[in-house]
């Protein structure tokens, strides 16, 4: 068996065994539907808002801003259109690297009359604060830009970005599936409204997530049935879910700082040890403000697949830039956004660092991943346009 | 990606990769709005493939598919290759993902044009320099 | 310590071992996102298709017409958003007493300018299947009729609507939360198109449901994003759920067929007991047309909620019919509007049974509950109106 | 619902349940758009409140307030119980949660009722018989 690597803690991250043992007990013992009066559904009710406490507590908000939902997607749909809707017509302002829970969401609402305009950003995925301004109108309802790009992991500028948004009293969402847990986020410095946060990103389960609502901040419910979640999120509540991803980010808490600095560290590694052993190769996105854990690079002249599914064969996940799903060749839109030009980005992989990874796992994949690349681009046409 | 042993080894041991110098045939094939680009180069004798090179840019599957499309070549009749399937090349790697199944049409079409390319040269003999058709 | 009686089924119940033991993995080694190409992601991949291959078998249906959701309530809200969405105008008929998933979002279609029809029910809960027909309007595109309530467990003449609505080309919606797994659901025989269906009611896990979408039904994403599930369903799929999910139903379809049997005659028993022993006691919903494990029943002059409590404390949980929340008495809307007086309404209270409820989980209710029942009667004054 | 002990303690063991012959006032409580009732008698002797009596309609904390709200009368003079408020009869079951504060509410009215009940009568002395006012 070969060593195994886990190099893709963007897409999703194995849950932290204090995690899994705090859960356990929903399953069994405390099963309870949390809005049912008896004990049973008390014992479950008390997780929920442990968890709560947890999370308000991290975020440093109030218990009743939090809004549990089933995962970063329901929250950044929630966000947008709960925003939307509330208004019932009006401009969003979003940027056009954002996730696709964000991105179709917008399509969605222009599809409803609403008005969109998608941000260009720079060649290392930074959103212009000032093109922001600019684009605001009497009518802008919304400003949503993520906090951190999955793809490259370029921090947007959200410091500069929300001021513009409170002065003129925009609601600012941040999409911060991708930094919350990792990098510190100030929800009052930044004037943030909403903040979309998830939990299978940092340890904890997948199938729940959160969305924090400033107190104030006018919003409708998207998911119509029962009270639950302050009348802003009905269904059943995902309890044993919660209450993993409240250990998850208690977790965090404790490990974030060190962390952070110890990804960089080995993200930095790699990168010197690729940069130094393969030949073009280009690094995306930001050098510096970027996520802790994130190296994102294209390989001139190769297609990113081939180096996944080669280094799958070692053992070692990473993830595609491009995907080439039923004969239409897609390279990354945030690529694309970028202007990483095609011949390269055709050849992006994003390798991204946790909580798992050791010194060892980047001199193995500085071992595996040069001769893979040579061999690969052995076999191609030397030109393509 | 769940695929088949035989496509793995291909993509981990490719047969036949590389240029050929003076082709009898050479084909290109590439597949509608996919980067996927293979160059298959064929040797002829007595109407018969006799050796086989292939240069790929692609992903993985298309690779292997490129592998096992140059062995599905070797020994055959060029007429043959005129009517090479995908399904033939798709079933050379034990099959491939619905959503993969470009790579066997890249491959296939490239191995076809390359006989085609083969039949024209014969039927243009006195021609000294020979381009690939892209 | 009392006894512990858990009579709450319909509300939650607990996950069984197996299931869990299921699940586990999925947390741990197999935690990979299924939309990765490597390994990691393709073990969890494989998760989330044996458990779609679990479930379709069961309802016996093609795996791609089944849709996984984050609960009960978004299947609900997918199904009848996706389907009036898709037409983007029109009638929608649905009852009286859906459970607030459908009812709530038939409410807010109406804000969008669809028209809804909601039936009366009678004094049993049944829908008339006479009524659907006559409420049939040239523009209906949508019938959506719930197949058990959950509070009194009545079972809808399914089997006579669907026809109806086949025979008018009008796509048919049953909420089966409180059936699958339950009671048998030939979605050809009852002509259905769409189902919403459960996890956490049948000893799988909570965040996790299903909608089964008959092929060729038209129908448009409710959330969205990424391109999961066959782009009806964006959002990562909670892996360790639907895989906990999968294993329930795998698990039903062993146990289905006795369970029903044996909690039929337990909540007979109960049913007889409680006749026997409290005066001025009545039954809600059918009689035989209903749930296995669903006993509602109205104390007159009773508080439910009085009730509730103190069973509770006797370590038997129950649910109330009534709830007295933020000074606002809400009587079942169910009962009313099976047209039951108020003053039993007030005193309406569920007992839902389950796999693990025993014979002598019956005896000791009926030791602790008309004692109660009394006491709590002596309280009262004579008469309230 | 977390309840506190005590309230727990006064719904499983009602204190001065029940009805009052010749009571010298009576008071009903009930809240806005809620079927909870609760009905205080009273006993008054120099003033102050000797014996209480209720019956309450309702879910277990207006019960248990119920219970909790007669200890509180017993022993007090009336004039002071026209002021009862709902804090007190709360902080008399350790605490309410928030959507069950219409418990304290239904019974701090109905008391106070009560007492008002009293002093009406003891100012229209000579009324044979006597009806709570509902
Ligand atoms: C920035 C960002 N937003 C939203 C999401 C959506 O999360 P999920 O797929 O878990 O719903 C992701 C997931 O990759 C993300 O990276
Ligand atoms: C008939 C019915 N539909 C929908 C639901 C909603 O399920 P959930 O709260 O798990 O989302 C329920 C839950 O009680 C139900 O009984």
């Known amino acids: 068996m070969n060593r195994r690597v886990y190099l893709d803690h963007n897409a999703s991250t194995q849950v932290h065994p204090e995690v899994v043992a705090a859960m356990l007990p929903y399953f069994g013992e405390r099963f309870g539907n949390p809005s049912s009066v008896h004990a049973f559904g008390q014992e479950a009710r008390e997780g929920l808002e442990i968890a709560r406490e947890q999370i308000s507590h991290f975020l440093g908000v109030g218990k009743d801003e939090v809004i549990f939902t089933s995962g970063g997607t329901e929250s950044d749909n929630l966000a947008v259109k709960g925003v939307a809707w509330a208004r019932g017509t009006g401009h969003i302002i979003t940027s056009e690297i954002e996730h696709h829970a964000v991105l179709r969401t917008c399509q969605f609402l222009e599809g409803q009359g609403f008005a969109v305009t998608y941000l260009p950003v720079d060649g290392e995925g930074l959103v212009d604060p000032d093109d922001v301004r600019r684009a605001i109108r009497p009518d802008t309802i919304l400003i949503t830009i993520m906090h951190a790009n999955s793809e490259v992991g370029t921090v947007q500028p959200v410091e500069a970005i929300g001021p513009i948004a409170r002065e003129r009293g925009i609601p600012f969402h941040v999409d911060g599936v991708q930094t919350f847990g990792k990098i510190p986020i100030d929800?009052?410095?930044?004037?943030?409204?909403?903040?979309?946060?998830?939990?299978?990103?940092?340890?904890?389960?997948?199938?729940?997530?959160?969305?924090?609502?400033?107190?104030?901040?006018?919003?409708?419910?998207?998911?119509?049935?029962?009270?639950?979640?302050?009348?802003?999120?009905?269904?059943?509540?995902?309890?044993?879910?919660?209450?993993?991803?409240?250990?998850?980010?208690?977790?965090?808490?404790?490990?974030?700082?060190?962390?952070?600095?110890?990804?960089?560290?080995?993200?930095?590694?790699?990168?010197?040890?690729?940069?130094?052993?393969?030949?073009?190769?280009r690094l995306n996105g930001h050098p510096t403000r970027r996520l802790p854990g994130t190296l994102n690079m294209c390989f001139r002249n190769v297609e990113s697949e081939s180096i996944v599914l080669g280094l799958d064969l070692k053992g070692v996940g990473v993830s595609a830039g491009s995907a080439c799903t039923s004969g239409n060749v897609e390279p990354s839109y945030v690529l694309v956004a970028m202007g990483v030009p095609l011949d390269w980005a055709m050849g992006s992989v994003r390798a991204t660092l946790g909580r798992e990874n050791t010194e060892e796992d980047i001199d193995y994949v500085l071992e595996v991943l040069p001769p893979l690349v040579e061999r690969i681009r052995s076999l191609s046409p030397t030109a393509v346009s | 990606m769940n695929y088949s042993q035989r496509l793995i080894d291909h993509f981990r041991n490719p047969r036949n990769a590389g240029m050929m110098r003076d082709p009898d045939g050479v084909g290109e094939g590439n597949f509608d709005g996919c980067g996927d680009l293979a160059r298959f180069s064929l040797k002829v004798v007595d109407g018969r493939v006799s050796d086989v090179r292939f240069q790929t840019y692609g992903c993985g599957p298309t690779i292997a598919a490129s592998s096992a499309g140059s062995e599905l070549a070797i020994g055959r009749p060029v007429s043959e290759l005129l009517a090479l399937s995908e399904q033939q090349v798709t079933a050379a790697v034990d099959g491939l993902p619905d959503e993969r199944l470009h790579a066997a049409q890249v491959v296939a079409g490239a191995i076809r044009a390359a006989a085609r390319d083969y039949l024209a040269r014969r039927n243009t003999q006195n021609r000294s320099e020979v381009r690939p058709h892209v």
Chains 1, 3 share one sequence.
């Open chain 1, 187 to 281: 929800l009052d410095r930044f004037r943030i409204d909403l903040l979309s946060f998830s939990s299978h990103k940092i340890y904890g389960p997948k199938g729940v997530a959160g969305l924090y609502v400033r107190k104030g901040t006018k919003m409708v419910a998207v998911q119509h049935g029962g009270e639950h979640e302050r009348r802003r999120r009905a269904g059943t509540e995902n309890v044993p879910a919660i209450v993993g991803f409240g250990k998850a980010v208690e977790i965090r808490a404790r490990e974030m700082g060190a962390e952070a600095l110890r990804l960089t560290a080995l993200r930095n590694k790699l990168w010197a040890g690729i940069g130094a052993r393969v030949p073009e190769v």
